[in-house]
DNA sequence: ATGTCGAGCAAAGCTCGA
């Protein structure tokens, strides 16, 4: 069973992008972030034409996640991540596809730090904190997969110098992130490549750094401690962020036997 | 500061968020 990850930035806008990616890797489970509109205008009709079904948290502009499913509707379980009746941002989904439990999450930026945004990206966090500890409980296979914002350490980077400034690199954000690994969740891109410190899923439009390879890993496929032995495989589909009107995000994926 | 995107608003270039 093969599970990904992809922020799309703008699902309408890189529709193409996304459908001629599922149809060339074929993700029995596509989570997505940033889908940049609103719920009535996702492009519903094109996924289900291309053999999946879906949930979706949209949220015009801004945000949005979904949980896609390949010949099959997801069970929505959770929409939202508990903790705070405030927050009205789209940025969490959760879904029983097959047996596992499968969330899709967009974790704040959290840019410019400090302030409001940064306070509310680890207000975030130690919700998803209490959240994920929840779910441990459950004893169910559960994959918590998207786009954490954090860069977990100076080796899931091409050369932190021009980000020492940035939310995704604060000590604060990198202990939260160590801090929900500790919970016993396996980071199956790290576990599975323990050596490979060019291996990133975003590059961002700016300064040339596709072409550079300067790129940072913050797209994360966490596995609860019960789907350890089944880690077959995890890579990232790196050859998608060259192409024309591409995400400046490269889906992430894991395979479970 | 740099400089690249999508999306909204509204009708073209600005603003915001990333």
Redesign the pocket.
Known sequence: MKIATY?V??????LPRLLEWLEETRPDVACLQ?????DE?FPIDAIRAAGYGALWSGQ????GVAILARGSDPVEVRRGLPGDPTDLHSRYLEAAVEGILVASIYL????PQPGP?FDYKLAWFARLHAHAAALLERSQPTVLAG?Y?VVPTDRDIYNPA?WLDDALLQPESREAYRTLLAQGWIDAIRTRHPDDFTIYTFW?????RWARNAGLRIDHLLLSPDLGPRLVDAGVDREVRGRE?A??HAPAWVVLG
């Open positions: 922020n930035n703008g699902i309408n806008g890189r940033e889908l940049k509109t609103a205008r015009k502009a801004y945000n704040p930026n959290g840019n945004k786009d914002n021009s961002d439009y700016l300064r040339n009107k995400s400046d």
